[in-house]
């Protein structure tokens, strides 16, 4: 769907980088995360968003307004690609006639009524890709990968599978968004990071969700995968008096996933149990879990 992705270089860090991704619609994860970010002293030169403002929650035109005058970096995912071209589905990737794909013609359908001219000039303009460099690294932002933005990577993925996508980019840090778990995974000198969704519990039984905060250190740079409370009650009143799939809305309540379609086999084990802040260093050569 993507053709060449346009990126843009957004030049050096020396402070700590705060990443998030998959607002979904979800007002008061998002206004939840903007506070967090006041309370860390991270301006919005310092937040990036990895795509994705809208999806499953009542709130596309608040949140794609919110994140559109906040004026941090940000992507497109391939639901602000779809919403820019008035399509009439979200392109998540999905297989067709899965209980994800039936889910998304109502929450894309609210999401597109939502969207205003403006907002999808807006959306139309947003770079595919983003670099950057932090400490001495060079980091690549992509959606869902480097060659698809609606590919899902996950933690259990293969090396080989993560060498291949590394090649594509040029670039010794991927941070992708898209497939809705945080993690840091190292790959020989490379890592792949994910923030984790903000509008989305984790599957992991908590009505918590995730952002996360890149430092340099003397040590390395630390990826600290970190959860956010919010008002989820309040969110998901507004889904359902929207009309939006009781599936999702109770899953912020529940944090767990209508279906787990999109997972691989290690991933849906995992799902139910709480997962824990975690921080990782990536030093020059080896990358320790604290
Ligand atoms: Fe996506």
Do not use: H, K, M, R
């Given at each position: 769907m993507m053709n060449t992705p346009k990126s843009t270089d957004i030049g050096a860090f020396t402070a700590p980088v705060l990443v998030f991704g998959?607002?979904?619609?979800n007002l008061e994860a998002f206004e939840a995360l903007t506070a967090q970010a006041d309370t860390l002293g991270i301006p919005a030169e310092r937040m990036i968003h990895t795509g994705?403002?809208?999806?499953?929650?009542?709130d596309t035109f608040e949140c794609a307004s919110k994140l559109k005058d906040l004026g941090c970096h940000a992507i497109r995912g391939n639901v602000e690609e779809q919403l820019a071209e008035e399509a009439?589905?979200?392109?998540?990737?999905?297989?067709?006639?899965s209980e994800c794909d039936l889910l998304a013609m109502r929450w894309y359908a609210l999401a597109n009524a939502q969207t205003t001219p403006e907002l999808r000039r807006w959306m139309a303009a947003m770079p595919d890709h983003l670099t950057f460099t932090l400490g001495s690294r060079r980091f690549r932002v992509v959606h869902g990968s480097p060659r698809l933005v609606n590919e899902f990577v996950f933690a259990s993925q293969p090396d080989d599978e993560f060498h291949a996508l590394f090649d594509l980019a040029n670039a010794e840090c991927i941070i992708a968004g898209h497939s809705g778990l945080p993690f840091t995974r190292r790959i020989g000198d490379r890592v792949w990071h994910n923030s984790g969704?903000?509008?989305?519990?984790?599957?992991?039984?908590?009505?918590r969700v995730w952002y996360s905060l890149l430092s340099p250190t003397d040590e390395g740079i630390e990826f600290s995968c970190r959860p956010l409370s919010y008002d989820h009650t309040a969110a998901a009143a507004k889904m359902r008096a929207a009309g939006l799939p009781h599936g999702y809305s109770e899953g912020l309540a529940?944090?767990?996933?209508?279906?787990?379609?999109?997972?691989?086999q290690p991933e849906t084990d995992a799902g139910g149990s709480a997962l824990q802040p975690k921080s990782v260093v990536w030093r020059q050569f080896s990358l320790a879990a604290e």
């Open positions: 998959g607002v979904y619609g994705d403002v809208s999806a499953y929650c009542a009439d589905n979200c392109a998540c990737g999905f297989d067709e006639g969704a903000l509008g989305l519990p984790a599957n992991d039984a908590t009505p529940s944090g767990l996933w209508p279906n787990t379609d999109i997972l691989p």
